[in-house]
Nanobody, 123 residues
Framework: QVQLVESGGGSVQAGGSLRLSCTASGNSYSKSCMGWFRQAPGKEREGVAAILRPGGNPHYADSVKGRFTISLDNAKNTVYLQMNSLKPEDTAMYYC????????????????WGKGTLVTISS
């Protein structure tokens, strides 16, 4: 089993920045995909960014390319999502997720999920 705990959500104005963190504990895998997903009210969940652990090229949804950056701290079993130039349409519950093999991307199925952290962007 893997436990994922997110932090860093909050409320900011459009154009602002937030950094989300997600720390994994429990079973470790030599390769795993860690990603961020989001779900806005009334909308389907969508993949935002993903990256292969311990190291790999990041993947991004088109809607966040150039604004969001996903990164890893392998020593801390933590994945970050730096979100810049935030827009009201970025408002959503953001979830951290992990897939326990080397297949990685924003559209792949995940095995473990965190409880989410809320991001609210005001105009």
């Amino acid at each position: 089993q893997v436990q994922l705990v997110e932090s860093g959500g909050g409320s900011v104005q459009a154009g602002g920045s937030l950094r989300l963190s997600c720390t994994a504990s429990g079973n470790s895998y030599s390769k795993s995909c860690m990603g961020w997903f989001r779900q806005a009210p009334g909308k389907e969940r969508e993949g935002v960014a993903a990256i292969l652990r311990p190291g790999g090229n990041p993947h991004y949804a088109d809607s966040v390319k150039g604004r969001f950056t996903i990164s890893l701290d392998n020593a801390k079993n933590t994945v970050y999502l730096q979100m810049n130039s935030l827009k009201p349409e970025d408002t959503a519950m953001y979830y951290c997720a992990l897939r326990s093999n080397g297949y990685c991307g924003v559209a792949v199925g995940m095995d473990y999920w965190g409880k989410g952290t809320l991001v609210t962007i005001s105009s």
